[in-house]
């Protein structure tokens, strides 16, 4: 399957002036607006070749945006493999050791094993214990429609839908290779009221995926009450102001990929509706990969076809 190749349109921020924060922790900034009210943790970087949300978050520190209530922590996660950027070579900066999204289960973080990632996951966890909100900045391989990746907690897609922004809202649980940030303790658990979204901007390298990142950010922001309408304004772009008809689709299964061997049969991108149940999509070494129902979604196929992680996600729209 020939590989698209996308031209790097984006610039990676220097991030150097928020080395020191004001945490105690490297890259990792807390403001505090003196007031009572949640804590909302903003965090880019958890994949170090995904720069829109370092965009994102560079704006909103040049800004000199503030919370005028509760705190406001911005992170930046896997600046090691950020760092490791290449424009040349932009894939290969997603970790230095391992999928830093798959680390977030408390018999990881509490285990023995060491990474790079597990080191900077350890270290991130309390600020992630504090937030009551959390919403995480990705972007994708392929360039398709931006994805707000809601979890399975309905009070996660209320929150998908009070932001208002993109259209498309997926209801997922993630991956057998290892749970995300945005599932990890309170965030995944029913009985808490922490809430997390993760949003997908768009293509990696995609000028239009750090106006989506910023876009979402400063509604995130807004929609819980932390800045202003008008505060947030004159950083907007031109998602900022929309009100699109948002769409849900329910992920009902991951495939993971149990061969050394896995390919589609055909160059999907994602969000192909495949009408008829049964159409084959791949082979997992000699078993055959066809769709479960009618009209089923396919969502964000990997260009990382390893066994033990996620080819593509499977669901159907449900709004
Ligand atoms: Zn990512």
């Known amino acids: 399957?020939?590989?698209?190749?996308?031209?790097?349109?984006?610039?990676?921020?220097?991030?150097?002036?928020?080395?020191?924060?004001?945490?105690?922790?490297?890259?990792?900034?807390?403001?505090?607006?003196?007031?009572?009210?949640?804590?909302?943790?903003?965090?880019?970087?958890?994949?170090?070749?995904?720069?829109?949300?370092?965009?994102?978050?560079?704006?909103?520190?040049?800004?000199?945006?503030?919370?005028?209530?509760?705190?406001?922590?911005?992170?930046?996660?896997?600046?090691?493999?950020?760092?490791?950027?290449?424009?040349?070579?932009?894939?290969?900066?997603?970790?230095?050791?391992?999928?830093?999204?798959?680390?977030?289960?408390?018999?990881?973080?509490?285990?023995?094993?060491?990474?790079?990632?597990?080191?900077?996951?350890?270290?991130?966890?309390?600020?992630?214990?504090?937030?009551?909100?959390?919403?995480?900045?990705?972007?994708?391989?392929?360039?398709?429609?931006?994805?707000?990746?809601?979890?399975?907690?309905?009070?996660?897609?209320?929150?998908?839908?009070?932001?208002?922004?993109?259209?498309?809202i997926i209801c997922d649980a993630g991956h057998a290779a290892g749970p995300r940030m945005r599932d990890y303790g309170g965030f995944g658990d029913p009985a808490s009221r922490k809430t997390a979204l993760l949003i997908e901007a768009g293509q990696h390298w995609e000028r239009r995926a750090a106006e989506v990142a910023t876009d979402v950010m400063l509604r995130f922001l807004v929609t819980l009450g932390a800045v202003s309408l008008e505060d947030a304004r004159p950083l907007g772009g031109p998602d900022f102001a929309a009100h699109p008809r948002q769409r849900t689709i329910e992920v009902t299964e991951a495939v993971t990929i149990s061969s050394a061997n896995f390919e589609f049969v055909a160059d999907f991108r994602g969000l192909e509706v495949l009408a008829k149940k049964g159409t084959l999509i791949g082979r997992d070494g000699g078993r055959e990969v066809r769709t479960p129902y009618d009209d089923c979604v396919l969502i964000m196929p990997s260009r990382r076809l390893v066994k033990g992680q996620t080819a593509v996600r499977l669901g159907r729209y449900v709004t």
């Open 1 to 168: 399957m020939p590989e698209p190749s996308y031209e790097v349109e984006l610039t990676p921020p220097d991030i150097e002036p928020y080395r020191a924060g004001n945490t105690g922790i490297d890259y990792v900034t807390t403001l505090d607006s003196g007031s009572p009210g949640p804590h909302l943790l903003v965090t880019a970087l958890t994949h170090g070749n995904e720069i829109c949300g370092a965009i994102a978050l560079d704006r909103l520190f040049r800004a000199g945006l503030r919370p005028r209530q509760g705190q406001l922590t911005l992170a930046f996660n896997n600046v090691a493999a950020y760092h490791s950027f290449d424009r040349r070579m932009p894939i290969a900066s997603r970790f230095v050791d391992e999928d830093f999204n798959r680390l977030w289960a408390p018999a990881t973080l509490d285990g023995s094993r060491q990474s790079a990632e597990l080191a900077r996951a350890r270290i991130l966890r309390p600020f992630v214990d504090a937030a009551d909100f959390l919403l995480d900045i990705h972007s994708m391989q392929y360039a398709t429609a931006p994805l707000m990746l809601a979890g399975t907690l309905d009070r996660s897609a209320e929150l998908a839908r009070r932001v208002g922004i993109p259209e498309l």
